[in-house]
């Protein structure tokens, strides 16, 4: 058992399609983290995927684990980030396909039943709602989009 999140994009063509509206987002945050995160571990030259058929990263080195690979297939999903350094672009990049995409499914081992989000979750809340994405934690503990489909 590791440090973990779960999703599911749905196949449908209006997820497919807010998927790809997503992508300008989702470059930004690869651009951001552009020394940390590649297409796998141990091919660091290698840019992360960024594709309408899904996205695809790792951390450098030691600092990856399980590769982050999200697609609009209708797939439960996971991905171990074992709190590594690229735990927080994974983190942004969920954040910002769960508000975009209807339809879509994200909880995590970060959310805890305290209403309290922990590990990385803070900072990349803080991060994609300064796009206009907002949030609320529920009484659960789980995070949900909150009042906007998405930014203009």
């Known amino acids: 058992m590791g440090y973990t999140h779960y999703w599911t994009v749905p196949a449908t063509n209006e997820a497919k399609e807010a998927f790809e509206k997503a992508l300008p987002y989702i470059q930004k945050i690869v651009e951001e983290h552009k020394d940390l995160i590649c297409l796998e571990y141990d091919c660091e030259d290698e840019a992360p995927r960024i594709t309408p ?28 980030t074992a709190r590594k350094l690229y735990d927080l672009p994974v983190c942004k990049v969920l954040l910002v396909l769960f508000v975009m ?16 989000l ?21 009484r659960n503990g789980a995070l949900e989009p909150h009042n906007t489909p998405h930014p203009a």
């Open 101 to 116: 995409v209807p339809g879509m499914t994200l909880s995590s081992d970060g959310w805890r039943r305290n209403q309290k």
């Open 53 to 80: 058929e899904g996205i695809r990263f790792n951390g450098k080195g030691e600092a990856g684990f399980e590769s982050f690979i999200i697609a609009p297939n209708g797939q439960w999903t996971f991905c171990k």
């Open 118 to 138: 922990d590990e990385n979750w803070p900072e990349a809340v803080e991060a994609v709602e300064r796009w206009g994405f907002r949030f609320i934690v529920t």
